[in-house]
RNA sequence: GGUCCAGUGGUGGAACUGGUAUACACGCAGCACUUAAAAUGCUGUGCCCAAAAGGCGUGUGGGUUCGAGUCCCACCUGGACCACCA
């Protein structure tokens, strides 16, 4: 009888009292950093995806420890930022004690499961002994100009009411709440991840551990682009003008198709040249209906391209001095390169519609690779001209070679009460000043209302006696900065801290950090690919340059773990009422059967539909487990075994423990979990029909110790029975024995012109002469080569006898 | 439009550097046990043929090879990320 909920709690007990998972402090012995991303803790609670990565680290760290490392396996809360916020506010709760509430139920959800976490290391961000570093953090890129004051316009959640960054928005709409987000003029704190941009991109190249596809997708978000600004003069009707515009382009071999330049709405240069255009009303009005489109209109890929020529002024294209048109038009981004370009309609899709639309003249200058019509440099390819315009350029200073990146300088303050405050104050003799070190954290005030202004400012800005401050360079009134850092912050170096969680004189201790760091194993989702794990990149170069730590890169290794969709094919989700609750599956088959399921369930990074009949077939399988071992009567001792009769089994076996080590290193859990269940349906038949256990104790402990990391409670309870009196995660992981695994004999394939004709059991060195003797003994084979002209054989030892016949 | 990934039974999925396609599990069918059911155990389960032998089978069409799910080319379908990025 498999008494699951007894056993589950018994272990959970045990171990919690005996500190089995407490992290080692021995230095001298290698370690294994093995880490989750950590959850926000949600009001909603946990559903069966969210354990699927935890179950997976959780395994890898119990193989670790098994193998002799000090392993390291925290986990902790990111608590701040909107979505903490939003459902505080709609369950009318201070977002602290909506916090508190939803980390005590997630602890209590994550208990059941069994992991090893450390607990001693939990890391909270909202913690002000955590976000005291975050502040800490924040200022030295500020004294490094890496933080810095804007009041370009950004994007603007008119729902959650605050500024968001780039990364926060899908397809024009704020990824929380899905309201089109509009630019809004707005001061703001923005840290200069561009600066970062060229070493985010080449360090990917040392991230091996890392798969394509999530370096691809990073590469695309930094977005680098090689190509060459040039300066157009402006020149207007009337007067003699000072006045000139710089394009970006990356096909500078097509300048002389240029036809005429466009500047985007909010290009500066267009109020500049307000007296020389000379239709400014039309104009104006472009400007003004383009500034009331939100993003998600203005990029609609669909829409026709719309502009207004400024007439009066001309462009002059410094290649050949050929005056050209110049338009604004909102299909030209102000927020990338110059927010300006040079428009070639023949060689460029957008231009050529918008050409198209205003009758505007094409000019073909590239033709088969090869530039014509373009002066001096007609005949030349299209790689050797823009070496040689570059050229031309910079000699006569009219433009330059220029590296351009998509990722934009991240907007990282929010207008509202639930993140990290901002450790500056505002002095209106001193300017902006850095709250000195001593005086962090700054810690969020108390208040009773918390709800978003609305009006561009925090909601911290209503609250006098927080705000109001001594200026700490002159002792002059001033006042605190008043907006927040983003959700993103706290989760950007959290897993430096989990290294030495109560440090209160540096945010980690340098030594402990050279040992336990980098991450050796991380795992979280994929939608965080062009997000945290940009950001943390970003952190953690900075730290690296202040000093602080010792590795440049923070994560090795980084596997992203597969949804696990609802029986509906939907995500799980309470609106489609389709949400399969883990502790209720935990409760009903066990948390060792649930934990089995999940890795069973198909490929890792791949996502399943849940389908609670297959977990029922995990439970089966823990059953048959523990009926092995049940009856002690079937469990001879080692030294009684006869060799001769279990010598495939112990072969099975040893091949099972190479087989399930190797798969939970390379994240192959399925089939680990398959290559156990085949040797426990083979045991059990065996014991089935010889009423005993085919070899002894030892040997049986052995199939407890590899199955352990993916059902604790199950194979720690029967290590109990057998005879283990400390934990079986405190033995070490079974070596296979290389002679163990060889096979005595092969099944040889016999192939007629590649087409299989027959197998044979014969011994596994069976030579080439042998089975050919054999195959022209076999009827069958001989059917197939009778009337036939041999060709010649192929054999491959120990495999097949390929006979190629004409 | 760009980049990347994937198409295998009724279902989830296996298949190492090209070498028995469908491991393992679910489902289904039959049998045993039972008064009966559940549970459990056993057997079977890609398609065609009564069976054997054989033929056909990994999205489609070609190619390379003694041999292709695996490699190459073209296409179709689905997914992920990015996207008026000049």
């Known amino acids: 009888m498999y008494n699951h909920q007894k056993i589950e709690k018994k272990w959970r007990e045990i171990w919690a009292d005996s500190g089995l998972y407490k992290t080692g402090e021995d230095f001298s012995k290698p370690k294994y950093y093995v880490l989750d991303m950590f959850p926000y803790p949600s009001g909603v609670g946990l559903h069966v995806g969210h354990p699927k990565g935890y179950i997976a680290t959780d395994i890898l760290a119990r193989l ?169 003069r402006v020149e207007a009707e009337a007067v003699a003008d000072e006045s000139v515009v710089k394009v970006f382009t990356t096909r500078l071999d097509t300048i002389f198709g240029c036809t005429y330049v466009v500047l985007a709405p909010e290009h500066k240069l267009i109020n500049e040249l307000k007296k020389r255009i000379s239709n400014w009303p039309a104009v104006e009005e472009y400007i003004a209906a383009a500034k009331n489109k939100t993003d998600l209109q203005r990029t609609d890929l669909n829409k026709e391209k719309t502009g207004v020529i400024l007439e009066g002024v001309k462009a002059i294209n410094p290649f050949n001095n050929e005056p050209v048109a110049i338009f604004v038009a909102d299909y030209v981004l102000n927020s990338y390169g110059t927010g300006a370009i ?42 050797v001209a823009v ?70 400012e925090s909601p911290l800005a209503l609250i006098d006696d927080w705000v109001n401050v001594k200026c700490p360079k002159c002792g002059g009134p001033a006042r605190r900065e008043t907006n927040t850092m983003p959700q993103w912050a706290g989760s950007c170096w959290y ?163 190479k087989k399930v080590g190797e798969d939970i290193e390379n994240f192959n859990f399925n089939t680990a979990v398959s290559a156990l269940m085949i040797l426990i349906n083979e045991l059990t038949d065996y014991k089935n029909k010889n009423r005993s256990l085919p070899f002894g104790v030892e040997e049986f402990r052995q199939v407890l110790k590899i199955l352990a990391p993916f059902a604790p409670h199950l194979a720690e309870e029967l290590w109990e029975k057998s005879g283990g009196s400390a934990s079986i995660f405190r033995s070490t992981w079974p070596k296979y024995d290389r002679e163990m695994i060889k096979d005595e004999t092969i099944n040889l394939i016999v192939q007629v012109n590649g087409k299989l004709r027959a197998t044979w059991e014969v011994a596994a060195d069976i030579s080439e002469k042998e089975a050919w003797r054999m195959a022209q003994e076999n009827e069958n084979i001989r059917k197939w080569l009778a009337g036939k002209e041999i060709v010649k054989n192929i054999f491959v030892p120990g495999k097949l006898l390929n006979i190629v016949v004409k």
């Open 342 to 383: 040079m428009a070639v309609p023949a060689h460029d899709e957008r231009d050529y519609k918008f050409a198209e639309k205003y009758g505007l003249e094409f000019r073909t200058v590239v033709i088969n690779g090869l530039l014509q019509d373009s002066g001096e440099f007609s005949g030349l390819s299209s790689a």
């Open 495 to 657: 897993y430096l801290r989990y290294i030495d969680p109560n440090n209160d004189r540096e945010l980690t201790d340098k030594a402990k950090e050279k040992y336990w760091s980098p991450v050796d194993f991380y795992v979280g989702g994929a939608e965080h690919a062009t997000r945290h794990l940009i950001y943390a990149r970003f952190w953690h170069k900075v730290l690296y340059d202040l000093g602080v730590i010792n590795y440049e890169e923070p994560f090795i290794k980084f596997k992203q773990v597969g949804l696990i969709i609802g029986a509906d094919g939907r995500k799980m989700s309470k609106r489609w009422g389709n949400v399969i609750n883990p502790d209720d599956m935990a409760e009903k088959f066990g948390a060792d059967a649930l934990r089995v399921y999940e890795m069973f369930m198909g490929p890792f990074e791949q996502a399943v539909v849940w389908n609670t009949a297959g977990l029922v077939g995990t439970r089966k399988f823990l059953e048959k487990v523990l009926n092995l071992a049940e009856d002690p009567e079937t469990m001879p001792a080692a030294k009684n075994i006869i060799a001769s009769d279990n010598k495939k089994l112990l072969s099975l076996l040893h091949k099972t423990i």
């Open 64 to 232: 670790r420890m098994m193998q002799g490392y000090n392993v390291l396996h925290p986990m902790g809360f990111d608590a701040f930022g909107l979505p903490a916020e939003n459902y505080a506010l709609k369950n009318k709760l201070h977002p602290q004690k909506a916090t508190e509430t939803n980390i005590a139920a997630f602890k209590k959800q994550l208990a059941v499961l069994g992991f090893s976490y450390d607990w001693a290391r939990e890391v909270i961000t909202t913690d002000p002994q955590y976000y005291r570093w975050t502040q800490w953090i924040f200022l030295q890129m500020w004294k490094k100009g890496l933080a810095f004051e804007s009041h370009e316009p950004i994007n603007w959640c008119p729902s959650c009411q605050t500024g968001l960054a780039n990364e926060d928005l899908e397809e024009g709409k704020c990824e929380r709440c899905g309201s089109e987000v509009e630019q809004r003029p707005l001061r703001q704190w923005v840290l200069r991840i561009t600066e970062y941009a060229e070493r985010l991109l080449n360090d990917l190249e040392k991230l091996g551990g890392w798969e394509e596809s999530i370096k691809e997708m990073q590469r695309n978000w930094i977005g680098r682009s090689e190509g060459a600004e040039i300066i157009f």
């Open 387 to 456: 070496k040689k315009m570059i050229a031309w350029l910079e000699k006569k200073k009219l433009g330059a070679r220029k590296t351009n990146y998509k990722i934009k300088d991240w907007v990282f303050s929010r207008q509202r009460y639930w993140g990290e405050p901002i450790p500056l104050i505002h002095c209106s003799e001193c300017g902006v000043v850095p709250v000195p070190e001593k005086d962090l954290p700054v810690r969020l005030p108390e208040v009773d209302s918390y709800e978003p202004t609305g009006t561009g």
